[in-house]
């Protein structure tokens, strides 16, 4: 299963809640990969503050292939891909191979205007790539104010699934980067880490559903005992 976490602007919280997404993938025992497409690295040096080996993260800020993933998902269950920001050729083959795409979006009305462009690329990846998923997810709200009130209303104009969960503003997640952890490490317990677990579980629901659905019919009803009879933290979704 590969999901990318996809925002052509700058700033969203994007490379933390793929980082964050990641570890708690670990912590339930799936082995993932991240793949650091963004030029800067930003979580390639998360990843080297205290030599966290936490789960590996490659660096390739480059057009990725389909026989780059298919060489990675002989080693890993679950590929994650942190996307970059105006890079949009890199962005396009992300998108080609993804089956899933995040996009994280603050709620306001700058980040939902300029998540329009973010869009649009997606909506165009989906005529070469018409399995791939499309889901928003309301990131870096602030608890208290009438734009974090009102925004999944103000998503509804895309017209695409909205996650339940929602990451809110917290300093725990800045203190987590800052220490080079995951906020599930770092705060384990709190709301920060809270969100976190409930991102992963929702995701993981939806992988394991795409996956049963895209079974052969005949395979069908097989596939869907297998995966009930598993606890939920020893599922692999390939």
């Known amino acids: 299963m590969i999901i990318s976490f996809v925002n052509q602007k700058g700033g969203v919280g994007k490379t933390t809640a793929a980082i964050?997404?990641?570890?708690?993938?670990?912590?339930?025992?799936?082995n993932p990969v991240l793949i650091d497409a963004d030029p800067q690295g930003s979580a390639i040096q998360w990843h080297a503050v205290e030599?966290?080996?936490?789960?590996?993260?490659?660096?390739?800020?480059?057009?990725?292939?389909?026989?780059?993933?298919?060489?990675?998902?002989?080693s890993y269950d679950m590929v994650v891909i942190d996307a970059p920001p105006a890079h949009t050729e890199i962005t396009r083959s992300i998108l080609a191979i993804t089956n899933m795409a995040i996009v994280p979006?603050?709620?306001?009305?700058?980040?939902?205007?300029?998540?329009?462009?973010?869009?649009?690329?997606?909506?165009?990846?989906?005529?070469?790539?018409?399995?791939?998923?499309?889901?928003l997810l309301i990131n870096r709200k602030i608890n208290g104010t009438n734009i974090g009130r009102e925004a999944r209303s103000a998503l509804e104009i895309f017209d695409t699934?909205?996650?339940d969960t929602e990451l809110c503003q917290r300093v725990a997640y800045m203190d987590a980067m800052t220490s080079g952890v995951s906020v599930v490490q770092y705060a384990?317990?709190?709301?920060?880490?809270?969100?976190?677990?409930?991102?992963?579980?929702?995701?993981?629901?939806?992988?394991?559903?795409?996956?049963?659905?895209?079974?052969e019919p005949a395979d069908y009803a097989e596939a869907y005992q297998r995966e009930?009879?598993?606890?939920?933290?020893q599922k692999i979704v390939v």
């Open 51 to 74: 030599s966290n080996k936490a789960f590996e993260i490659l660096h390739y800020p480059q057009i990725l292939k389909d026989y780059d993933i298919e060489a990675l998902q002989q």
């Open 105 to 135: 979006v603050s709620p306001s009305s700058l980040d939902i205007w300029a998540c329009w462009r973010t869009m649009e690329l997606i909506k165009e990846a989906q005529s070469d790539n018409p399995d791939l998923d499309i889901k």
């Open 20 to 30: 964050n997404f990641t570890a708690s993938l670990k912590r339930k025992n799936f």
């Open 161 to 163: 699934e909205i996650m």
């Open 188 to 215: 384990p317990g709190s709301k920060a880490a809270n969100e976190i677990v409930c991102l992963c579980d929702e995701l993981i629901a939806e992988a394991e559903a795409e996956a049963i659905q895209s079974a």
């Open 228 to 233: 009930a009879e598993k606890p939920i933290w």
